[in-house]
Each structure stands twice: as structure tokens, then as C-alpha cells.
């Protein structure tokens, strides 16, 4: 399915590696440089799947994580949703060379997606948020709030604080060259989990910091009125 035209799309977002020509050796260089069966190890177990749940995985790429999930809970519901039909096309043909059950989307999550398949009991991303500017960082943290249940969850692994001198050596010399500095420094200044406040979820906690060779990967979860009464 394809929510937008491909001109609209493709001016609005940065490809998964800064550039389009480098798409093709994404999965390679996600598992080399970013130590990445720890950390979506971790954020499976976080999000913790189970039978009947609906999770939506929002910028899935080549749906390393959206495939993750399904296994560990065949019974979930799983989305992915991507503006990117190349990464898409890697993630179809992976999901169905596993025989995984997995529905894919092409486009933005926003209001018109969330119409069309939310709500959700989980929200997740990993490694958008850097890459997209601060606008669009809230843009998207405001549409998962939205797209939540009462009591549903957001659970974010990405780039946040850089905590020592090597972390942050590493993550200008390979995050920010790649995707550049101006989208990526609110996230090393720790603007994560304020904008999250913002946007009206609570409990919002860093579950885990991972030193790799591109730089610290924070998880993170927050929740929609998952404390106090509802809104
Ligand atoms: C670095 S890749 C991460 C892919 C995948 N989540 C992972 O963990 O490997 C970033 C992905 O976010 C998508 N993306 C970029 N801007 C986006 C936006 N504003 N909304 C949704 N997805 C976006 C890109 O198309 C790309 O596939």
C-alpha cells in the first residue's frame, strides 16, 4: 500500500544510510557498526510480544525488528511502516522467505495511517529519530502518543547522550559524517525523553545505554496513561 506519491515521499525523508546508493548495504553495516543483536535483543525482551497484540514499528527498513518480534510472538500482530520502497521491498521478501505474517506499509505514519490501522498496544522505532529533524522528531513521537491505547507503550532504541569521550569520538565519526549534524546533535543533547514529556506520555524512563563502534544506543519507554487517570 502506498499512502503518498513517491515525488512527496522521497523529498521528505533521509535514506537509511544518508545515501541512496548505500541502501543496498544497510543490514550489513547496521550489524557491524552498532553491535545489533544486543540491542534489539533488548528491545524485543522490552516490548515483550505476546499473542493478540498489535505493534507498529514505525521507519522498519529492511524489518530486521518487525521479523524479530514475530518470532518471538508468532501470534502478535505486527506493522511496519516505511516511506523507503526499497528497504520495504528487502523487508517483504525477508519476511516471506521465514514465513512471517508481516504487513508492511508504504509511507509517513501519520494521521491517515493511524486511521487506517491503529491503535496500537506498542509503538516502536529504531535508529529514525537521528536522522529526522526536530520538527519531525515530535511529529512522530505526538502520532505514536496518538496511536496508542490507553496504557500502550513506546519503546525507542536510537542514538540519545553520548556518556564519555570515546562514545562521542565514535558518533561524530561515524552517525553524524553519514547523516550529518544538524538532525542528529538534539539527540546527543538529550532531547529525547523531553520531547516525549511534551507530547503527553508519561513514565518516561532510559531503560539502557549500549556503547557500540558507531556510538551509544539508548532505549527508552514511555507510556500513554499508564499512570494517574486518563487524560
Ligand atoms: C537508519 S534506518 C532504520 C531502519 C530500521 N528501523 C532499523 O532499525 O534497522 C531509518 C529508516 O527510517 C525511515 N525514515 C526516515 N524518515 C522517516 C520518517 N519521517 N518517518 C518514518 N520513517 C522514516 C527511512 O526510510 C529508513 O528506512
Request: proline share 6%; aromatic share 6%; charged share 20%.
Amino acid at each position: 500500500m502506498n499512502t503518498h506519491s513517491t515525488d512527496t515521499v522521497e523529498a521528505n525523508y533521509t535514506p537509511a544510510l544518508g545515501l541512496r546508493l548505500l541502501t543496498p548495504f544497510y543490514d550489513a553495516a547496521i550489524a557491524t557498526f552498532t553491535r545489533e543483536r544486543t540491542w534489539r535483543a533488548r528491545l524485543v525482551e522490552q516490548i515483550a510480544p505476546q499473542t493478540g497484540m498489535r505493534i507498529v514499528d514505525i521507519g522498519c527498513g529492511t524489518g530486521t525488528l518487525t521479523r524479530a518480534l514475530k518470532q518471538a510472538a508468532p501470534g502478535a500482530e505486527v506493522i511496519g511502516v516505511d516511506p523507503d520502497a526499497q528497504m520495504l521491498g528487502k523487508a517483504r521478501a525477508l519476511a516471506s522467505a521465514e514465513g512471517l505474517a508481516i504487513t508492511y506499509v508504504e509511507g509517513f505514519f501519520d494521521d491517515g495511517f493511524i486511521a487506517a490501522h491503529g491503535p496500537f498496544a506498542a509503538v516502536t522505532s529504531s535508529l529514525v529519530l537521528h536522522q529526522v529533524p526536530l520538527e519531525g522528531k515530535a511529529a512522530i513521537l505526538r502520532s505514536a502518543f496518538r496511536s496508542l491505547e490507553p496504557g500502550g507503550r513506546l519503546h525507542i532504541a536510537d542514538y540519545g547522550v553520548q556518556p564519555g569521550r570515546l562514545m562521542r569520538f565514535a558518533f561524530r565519526n561515524t552517525v553524524q559524517r553519514i547523516d550529518g549534524v544538524e538532525d542528529t546533535e538534539h539527540n546527543a543533547r538529550g532531547v529525547l525523553p523531553d520531547l516525549m514529556r511534551e507530547v503527553g506520555f508519561d513514565a518516561v524512563e532510559e531503560t539502557a545505554s549500549i556503547p557500540t563502534p558507531s556510538g551509544a544506543i539508548t532505549l527508552f519507554r514511555a507510556g500513554r496513561n499508564t499512570t494517574g487517570e486518563p487524560r
